[in-house]
């Protein structure tokens, strides 16, 4: 018989790798003498993986960037990124013992992320937490990626869970968008990495600490889902 599911996002939700993806960011844009960013303008940018952050940067400093030049730039991105994993990252206050309550209540868990596969399974696993997790989903798990649903419903597929009985937690427009159109309740924090308020996107229930991700409100959102 499937589990019930709950399916993380990564970063800005279960993991603080903004200073990080950070430092690989402006690590990149150096490169190409664009000026560096600070975290205002990295939460703009954030959401979808390397390449989009660096468009996107591009973008706001109304700079042209060639196909050539952002698979150039991603590559110095990874790079640097990976060589440094975990870095500064740490999961947000609440998490562990949060996974532990979920775990205990007979949730299966599982990430679903756009940071690439490899990526989120070594940061996972070096931050300790990569036992608590029945699946671990990239931007290159499969042929699409958030907000595509299908990047979700086949992650809950992968961990064995019953996509009836699932409840995503992110903290972006990407994730909610994503979960409504999966048809899955979603709980949004709001300490991750969007410019507006995730409230604006109209989450299932929006939390501020860990603290608050209980089986039960899991429960009352997945009998309001049925």
């Not at 229930?205 to 409100?217: C, K, W």
Request: with cysteine; aromatic share 8%.
């Amino acid at each position: 018989m499937k589990r019930p599911i709950i399916v993380f996002d990564l970063d800005g939700t279960l993991v603080d790798t903004a200073p990080d993806l950070l430092d690989s960011l402006n690590h990149s844009l150096l490169d190409g003498a664009l000026e560096s960013v600070d975290y205002i303008g990295f939460k703009r940018f954030v959401g979808q993986g390397g390449r989009v952050m660096i468009e996107r940067a591009y973008a706001a400093q109304r700079r042209a960037l060639a196909v050539e030049e952002l698979d150039r730039l991603l590559g110095l991105f990874m790079t640097h990124y990976t060589q440094n994993i975990p870095g500064k990252s740490l999961p947000y206050p609440g998490v562990v013992d949060a996974i532990g309550r979920l775990e205990a209540a007979g949730y299966v868990l599982a990430v679903c992320t756009n940071k690439y596969e490899a990526n989120s399974k070594a940061l996972i696993e070096a931050l300790g937490l990569k036992g608590h997790f029945a699946a671990i989903a990239g931007q290159d798990t499969f042929a699409f990626r958030k907000p595509d649903p299908r990047h979700l419903l086949e992650t809950i597929a992968l961990a064995g869970g019953d996509p009836e009985r699932a409840v995503m937690v992110g903290d972006s427009q990407t994730d909610i968008d994503t979960a409504k159109a999966a048809g899955i309740p979603v709980v949004a924090v709001d300490f991750g990495y969007t410019d507006r308020h995730v409230s604006e996107f109209e989450p299932s229930v929006v939390i501020s600490h860990f603290d608050e991700l209980t089986p039960a409100l899991v429960e009352k959102l997945m009998v309001a889902a049925r």
